[in-house]
């Protein structure tokens, strides 16, 4: 089933980040008393009761145009309307309802998608008496919460996850890799569809559209065969001026659901970006492969050793999970395009990829040895036994006298000697550790 997106609106300040933050149940998103802190984008995985869904906090603008402040909220309220599953239009019980409040509310009660209003501060019982007054505005479902403590966000997302409909009558998926092609707007993606599909017509068919909204294309040619989702495609709406970053944002996560292996494109020109490392580490989370391609490598003036030192640059941004191919290409020029989908193939394969328990065991057993597990209060820490688990993501377990002992850094070595021994390219690898 493709993911959920529920996106949070509201005017700034009024605690969009510190709900983003509680339903994550994590500090990602910076918070400030200061109106306009979140400047990125802030998305994650949220899950509640056995059901995950993608969250997008909308953020805050920072402007001295109030007429220009305005509209910048409006343009994104209309672009979580139409592109999120969910909206969750936070208000504050502080401020009671302000002119924004309304005017968002008003685009919100013309939209077709389930909105859920979260009044939000409402810590002791004056203001609880003073949020009743935002049942005027008309939504048949608002929640009273404390995003700080956590009061009434447990109603919340019983309420969010009710609104996640499995289709039991599903069809299994295509057999067929899927690759979706993700990245900054202007990085070229649709130049990049357009140069890989366009070499013969005749053999690449348009699949028929999701309720996603991307578009599948069915490649194949070369002996390879594979699915691409286009994420490029932005359909231009009347009387809305479309927030490019933020439709990209939504775009690559809503695809990343459906996917196999996300070819992040990043342009040289520009690097990758924070918003672009935020991407790849949800897709990371979310298990899926990662290829990065370089496009417009043709306009970087080169010397001896630019490659070199342009692909430490990404990996060290992307520390610690930087096993992970890097492509340089030119979709303008078709420059290794198509190296760019052998290794998104290979990427496919190795996420697939089950070693033998035997050999397992021989080889991480020998290593652990040379470099055991520090002691822990006195005792001594052992590793006795490695098994893959049977997951769509590479997973490895490994069973110990004294699990809870072992630490994160040792956790990583672990993985780097999976990764040394064993192709895992492209794709991010699970540890658990468990009690024998």
Same mark, same amino acid.
């Given at each position: 089933m493709p993911g959920f997106t529920v996106a949070i609106v509201g005017r700034p300040n009024v605690g969009k980040s510190t709900l983003f933050n509680r339903l994550l149940e994590q500090r990602k998103a910076i918070v400030d008393d200061q109106s306009g802190v979140t400047r990125d984008r802030q998305y994650g995985i949220a899950d509640w009761n056995g059901k995950t869904f993608n969250v997008v906090d909308t953020g805050g603008f920072v402007s001295r145009s109030e007429d220009v402040f305005e509209r910048e909220i409006r343009k994104q309220v209309h672009i979580a309307v139409e592109e999120a599953d969910l909206i969750l239009f936070i208000c504050d019980t502080a401020t009671g309802i302000t002119a924004q409040d309304e005017d968002m509310a008003d685009v919100l009660r013309r939209s077709s998608k389930p909105v859920l209003l979260v009044v939000n501060k409402v810590d002791n019982p004056e203001r609880a008496l003073y949020a009743t007054e935002f049942y005027g505005l008309g939504f048949e479902n608002t929640f009273l919460i404390s995003s700080i403590s956590g009061s009434g966000t447990g109603e919340l997302l019983d309420e969010v996850v009710n609104n996640i409909k499995v289709d039991e009558t599903e069809?299994?998926?295509?057999?067929?890799?899927?690759?979706?092609?993700?990245?900054?707007?202007?990085?070229?993606?649709?130049?990049?569809?357009?140069? +890989?599909?366009?070499?013969?017509?005749?053999?690449?068919?348009?699949?028929?559209?999701?309720?996603?909204?991307?578009?599948?294309?069915?490649?194949?040619?070369?002996? *390879?065969?594979?699915?691409?989702?286009?994420?490029?495609?932005?359909? *231009?709406?009347?009387? #809305?001026?479309?927030?490019?970053?933020?439709?990209?944002?939504?775009?690559?996560?809503?695809?990343?659901?459906?996917?196999?292996?996300?070819?992040?494109?990043?342009?040289?020109?520009?690097? +990758?970006?924070?918003?672009? #490392?935020?991407?790849?580490?949800?897709?990371?989370?979310?298990?899926?492969?990662?290829?990065?391609?370089?496009? *417009?490598?043709? +306009?970087?003036?080169?010397?001896?050793?630019?490659?070199?030192?342009?692909?430490?640059?990404?990996?060290?941004?992307?520390?610690?999970?930087?096993?992970?191919? #890097?492509?340089?290409?030119?979709?303008?020029?078709?420059?290794?395009?198509?190296?760019?989908?052998?290794?998104?193939?290979?990427?496919?394969?190795?996420?697939?990829?089950?070693?033998?328990?035997?050999?397992?065991?021989?080889?991480? +057993?020998?290593?652990?040895?040379?470099?055991?597990?520090?002691?822990?209060?006195?005792?001594?820490v052992r590793i006795k036994f490695v098994q893959q688990v049977p997951t769509t993501v590479p997973s490895f377990a490994f069973y110990s006298n004294h699990p809870e002992a072992i630490k994160e850094p040792y956790k990583n070595f672990l993985e780097n000697k999976l990764r040394s021994h064993f192709n895992f390219s492209g794709v991010p690898i699970r540890i658990f550790l468990r009690k024998k």
């Amino acid at each position: 089933m493709p993911g959920f997106t529920v996106a949070i609106v509201g005017r700034p300040n009024v605690g969009k980040s510190t709900l983003f933050n509680r339903l994550l149940e994590q500090r990602k998103a910076i918070v400030d008393d200061q109106s306009g802190v979140t400047r990125d984008r802030q998305y994650g995985i949220a899950d509640w009761n056995g059901k995950t869904f993608n969250v997008v906090d909308t953020g805050g603008f920072v402007s001295r145009s109030e007429d220009v402040f305005e509209r910048e909220i409006r343009k994104q309220v209309h672009i979580a309307v139409e592109e999120a599953d969910l909206i969750l239009f936070i208000c504050d019980t502080a401020t009671g309802i302000t002119a924004q409040d309304e005017d968002m509310a008003d685009v919100l009660r013309r939209s077709s998608k389930p909105v859920l209003l979260v009044v939000n501060k409402v810590d002791n019982p004056e203001r609880a008496l003073y949020a009743t007054e935002f049942y005027g505005l008309g939504f048949e479902n608002t929640f009273l919460i404390s995003s700080i403590s956590g009061s009434g966000t447990g109603e919340l997302l019983d309420e969010v996850v009710n609104n996640i409909k499995v289709d039991e009558t599903e069809e299994e998926s295509d057999p067929l890799p899927k690759f979706a092609i993700i990245g900054q707007p202007n990085a070229g993606k649709s130049t990049l569809l357009n140069a +890989l599909v366009s070499q013969e017509r005749t053999i690449v068919s348009d699949v028929a559209g999701t309720t996603r909204d991307t578009i599948h294309t069915h490649y194949k040619l070369f002996g *390879k065969e594979f699915i691409l989702i286009d994420t490029a495609g932005i359909r *231009k709406k009347k009387n #809305v001026h479309e927030d490019l970053e933020f439709y990209s944002v939504i775009r690559a996560i809503k695809a990343m659901d459906e996917t196999d292996v996300c070819m992040l494109l990043v342009d040289a020109k520009n690097g +990758l970006t924070s918003q672009d #490392v935020s991407i790849f580490a949800l897709a990371a989370r979310k298990g899926k492969g990662v290829v990065i391609l370089v496009n *417009k490598w043709d +306009l970087v003036e080169k010397e001896t050793n630019t490659a070199r030192d342009y692909e430490k640059d990404i990996k060290d941004k992307l520390a610690p999970f930087s096993d992970v191919p #890097v492509i340089f290409i030119s979709a303008q020029d078709k420059t290794r395009i198509f190296q760019g989908m052998e290794k998104a193939l290979e990427v496919n394969e190795n996420r697939k990829r089950r070693v033998i328990t035997s050999v397992l065991n021989e080889i991480m +057993l020998r290593e652990i040895e040379r470099y055991p597990p520090p002691m822990s209060r006195g005792y001594s820490v052992r590793i006795k036994f490695v098994q893959q688990v049977p997951t769509t993501v590479p997973s490895f377990a490994f069973y110990s006298n004294h699990p809870e002992a072992i630490k994160e850094p040792y956790k990583n070595f672990l993985e780097n000697k999976l990764r040394s021994h064993f192709n895992f390219s492209g794709v991010p690898i699970r540890i658990f550790l468990r009690k024998k």
